[in-house]
């Protein structure tokens, strides 16, 4: 991957995030709260930076994994923080380790598993279900 693609990639993903957040502040009372806290400046919703284990991040997460949008946030900003800070594991399959290809990527930026891997992946969710 080139510089301009995980640019364009970059974007993608801060795009996303802008709007998954706007679909959460209209259905979600506690957070639209949290918003105003905020001065209701979306793209000055914390993105954290740091490590788990931080009181503030665990709370985040509790409270963005209760909706499927707010999911999406939160691994939009697990890609993110890939991107930033291991640039080189952005974009590669978090199972095999290929590289996951830009079309892919394109299409969903905060995809963490390669093509066949995901297949996998659901093949044995369906022989669980
Ligand atoms: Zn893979």
């Given at each position: 991957m080139d510089e301009k693609q995980r640019a364009h990639l970059e974007k993608r993903l801060l795009e996303e995030r802008e709007r998954m957040l706007r679909t959460l502040a209209k259905f979600?009372?506690?957070?639209?709260?949290?918003?105003?806290?905020?001065?209701g400046d979306l793209t000055n919703y914390p993105f954290h930076m740091?490590?788990?284990g931080?009181?503030?991040?665990e709370r985040e997460?509790?409270?963005?994994?209760?909706?499927?949008e707010g999911r999406q946030v939160y691994w939009i900003d697990d890609a993110l923080r890939t991107l930033y800070k291991e640039p080189d594991k952005y974009g590669k399959?978090?199972?095999c380790g290929?590289?996951?290809g830009?079309?892919?990527?394109?299409?969903?930026?905060?995809?963490?598993l390669c093509v066949h891997c995901q297949r996998r992946q659901e093949d044995r969710m369906e022989q669980a279900a």
């Open positions: 979600d009372e506690n957070f639209k709260i949290a918003m105003e806290e905020n001065d740091a490590d788990e931080t009181d503030t991040l997460k509790d409270f963005l994994l209760a909706s499927k399959c978090q199972e290929d590289e996951i830009f079309e892919r990527l394109d299409l969903v930026p905060w995809v963490r």
